[in-house]
């Protein structure tokens, strides 16, 4: 990815919602738009002034916002359609019937033909993709948006109702990215960095932006009608404002870095908050006879009346889930997390990677180790002249234990061959950029774990105690809800309740470690090893809430030296379900032939169920499945609803010894248990599973 340059001038945050504007007009005059439009450049890469205000109208750098403008941006929790608002949207065409919106424009003589071209596949893109429909046009005497070709450029912000042309300065470059993000901005569209919700997505390293410029950071009292989006096209570029080549935006969790790329087209989610901005997926809608709950999992009603799904759903009404995350998975060979020990490098430049590369390997040590790498390669771009010295600008890596900030650059030759790095840290981030224009070998490393002489792992100090026959608690060495529990510890704990019992687990108090890493805990945290050889872990200050069908579980508790808190306090209650009795021991007679439904079959309940059935024929017998329908939601990996089936009475259902099934239609005839003892679990969240019916015969 280039770096940005006066030519090619870096796409400044775009803030549509409050402002710091300090003045309000209250019989606001039309500006005068001889001097409505600011002559600046905005480099951020050498430094050069671009002013946050300009004579009340220049926002954010290269967005123009007039008096006008501001007591609605100012007044307004977030956009909504309004026919008669004409500030802010463009409304439909007049005195016609077409409900969609119509930007007028012109394309003024300076914009040469392949620019030409460029703005036209923009405007073609937006059509294609939402319901405002863009018309060149003659009438002059009338609010139309004017693309022009300028070594200064910029861009309104809306519709501005009182110019007869507004001012859409495309540079020299006539870059699409740009040009597609200066449309979005003439629409209203909102910038991700300016959400008030941004930092739980995106952390912004200060320490690498320009002197002055930090306040094109500022988050604004807004709201978004979708959810954000890494990859959308309005967002600032992840170096925005850098004053020595590091990135300005990392991702909270590392592996998301890669996610920042610059591509020139609109994402799902661009178009569904277009497409609600303007009102079209209520007026397709109404056209075609659904509504806002035909189309699942976030999609919507399109312009031919068929489903607009998110990248990963798909089918008529987006029911089919093709893969668990909305993004698509790195393909650039170097974004991993790394827990074993293993030969690290940076790849080479390639097809792959010929639009730059931004690497991120997160690094995991075991408990009590730390990460070393020793180096075999290092050839690096050398350091150039940036704003504030020299600095690693066009490539650069980076080893962040406090991961999202910012750590020392190295590039050039600056790591010989057969040096060592050794981290303080159990968790490492090392982080590579490097610029589309380099072509340099890289770097490559062989990654140990070494003993830690600060954390050498205690086992114990957890006490277990019990209220009745029923209910336990487990808690933290020493805890008391305020004393923090001691560094470097483990503890375990195998429980077993009665037999036909489910597990509730709560906690009472949870202060442990960090919180998750989009779901992944990175230093202290207590798993649940429960059925089918599965666990889950748990970290931060989150209550605890996890059911089972079986009573059978372990639990570990594990700290590093790095992060203690007030531990915990967790209860278990081992019972058989309360509100319908699907705990059962069956007792069968030799030859017995016995038929089992769960209280949900073909049946609606609104309740989640957790179901163990326990079949015991007499010494030497079998247990015979002479028939087996399923009625069970398909999901992945069957998390959240299943049937599971062990034939050798093993109660924590090991893989090996276990069927487990989610499919809506599986019947199964036939199977004989390997003992006298048939265990059945069934979990089941929400409506969607209807249960199971089962034949058993005692041979």
Not at 379 to 386: D, F, S, V
Not at 483 to 489: A, G, L, W
Not at 526 to 549: A, D, M, V, W
Request: charged share 20%; hydrophobic share 30%; aromatic share 10%.
């Amino acid at each position: 990815m280039k770096p940005l340059t006066a030519a090619s001038v870096l796409v400044l945050l775009l803030a549509t919602a409050t402002t710091s504007f300090k003045h309000e007009v209250e019989n606001p005059k039309p500006p005068n738009p001889s001097t409505s439009i600011i002559q600046f450049i905005a480099d951020f890469m050498d430094g050069r002034p671009n002013p946050e205000e300009v004579d009340g109208k220049l926002f954010d750098g290269d967005m123009i916002l007039a008096k006008i403008q501001r007591r609605p941006l100012e007044e307004r929790a977030f956009y909504q359609y309004e026919e008669n608002n004409l500030l802010r949207f463009w409304p439909p065409a007049p005195e016609s019937n077409n409900p969609y919106p119509v930007v007028p424009y012109v394309i003024d003589s300076s914009v040469g033909t392949d620019c030409v071209n460029v703005i036209k596949d923009s405007i073609a893109h937006f059509e294609a993709n939402t319901c405002i429909t863009f018309q060149e046009t003659t009438n002059l005497d009338q609010p139309h948006i004017i693309f022009i070709m300028a070594d200064v450029f910029h861009v309104w912000i809306g519709r501005h109702y009182s110019l007869n042309g507004q001012e859409n300065r495309i540079g020299p470059s006539c870059d699409k990215f740009q040009t597609l993000q200066f449309i979005g901005v003439a629409l209203l569209y909102d910038y991700e960095e300016l959400r008030p919700d941004r930092d739980n997505y995106v952390h912004i390293n200060m320490e690498n932006v320009l002197s002055g410029k930090e306040w094109l950071f500022n988050t604004y009292d807004m709201m978004d009608t979708v959810a954000y989006d890494y990859t959308s096209l309005f967002r600032e570029n992840f170096r925005g404002g850098t004053k020595n080549g590091l990135p300005t935006i990392s991702t909270l969790d590392p592996l998301d870095n890669y996610l920042l790329k610059v591509e020139s087209r609109l994402t799902f989610r661009d178009m569904l908050l277009g497409n609600s901005m303007y009102n079209c997926t209520s007026i397709w809608e109404s056209q075609c006879g659904t509504t806002s709950t035909t189309c699942l999992n976030d999609g919507y009603t399109g312009a031919n009346c068929s489903c607009v799904c998110p990248p990963n759903f798909s089918g008529d009404n987006c029911e089919n889930q093709i893969r668990e995350s909305y993004y698509a998975p790195p393909t650039d060979g170097c974004t991993e997390r790394v827990t074993t020990e293993k030969n690290l490098f940076a790849p080479n430049m390639s097809a792959d990677v010929s639009d730059g590369l931004q690497c991120a390997i997160e690094i995991i040590a075991p408990q009590g180790l730390k990460p070393r790498l020793t180096f075999h390669t290092f050839n690096l771009q050398p350091r150039k002249t940036c704003s504030e010295g020299d600095c690693c600008y066009d490539e650069n890596l980076q080893f962040r234990e406090n991961y999202p900030e910012s750590s020392t650059a190295y590039c050039g030759t600056d790591i010989s061959s057969g040096n060592e790095l050794t981290f303080d840290s159990q968790r490492v981030v090392i982080y590579h950029f490097r610029d589309s224009s380099v072509t340099t070998c890289g770097w490559s490393a062989a990654l140990t774990f070494v003993s830690d002489p600060n954390c050498i792992p205690t086992e114990g100090g957890c006490t277990l105690g019990f209220n009745d026959i029923s209910t336990y608690n487990w808690k933290s060495a020493g805890f008391d809800g305020t004393t923090e529990y001691p560094i470097c510890s483990t503890c375990t704990q195998d429980m077993t309740g009665m037999p036909n019992t489910m597990l509730y687990l709560t906690s009472e108090s949870f202060n442990v470690g960090t919180p998750p890493v989009d779901g992944e805990c990175t230093d202290d945290y207590i798993q649940i090893n429960h059925l089918y050889g599965r666990s889950e872990k748990f970290c931060g200050s989150e209550p605890i809430y996890f059911t089972s069908p079986s009573s059978s579980f372990s639990l570990e508790f594990h700290s590093n030296y790095i992060t203690p808190a007030t531990g915990f306090d967790i209860t278990m209650t081992m019972a058989s379900y309360c509100a319908i009795d699907c705990h059962q021991e069956i007792q069968l007679m030799s030859g017995e032939t016995y038929t089992i439904e769960s209280p949900d079959f073909k049946k609606k309940i609104f309740t989640n169920l957790n179901c163990e059935y326990n079949f015991i024929a007499p010494e030497g017998k079998q247990i015979k499945i002479n028939k087996l329908i399923t009625k069970v939601k398909v999901n992945t990996e069957c998390t959240s609803d299943f049937l599971l089936v062990n034939g050798d009475g093993d109660r924590r259902y090991p893989m090996d010894t276990s069927t487990i099934i989610c499919d809506y239609d599986t019947r199964i005839d036939h199977l004989t248990t390997n003992t006298n003892n048939l265990l059945v679990a069934y979990q089941k969240t929400g409506l969607d599973s209807r249960g199971f019916k089962m034949v058993i015969r005692a041979t």
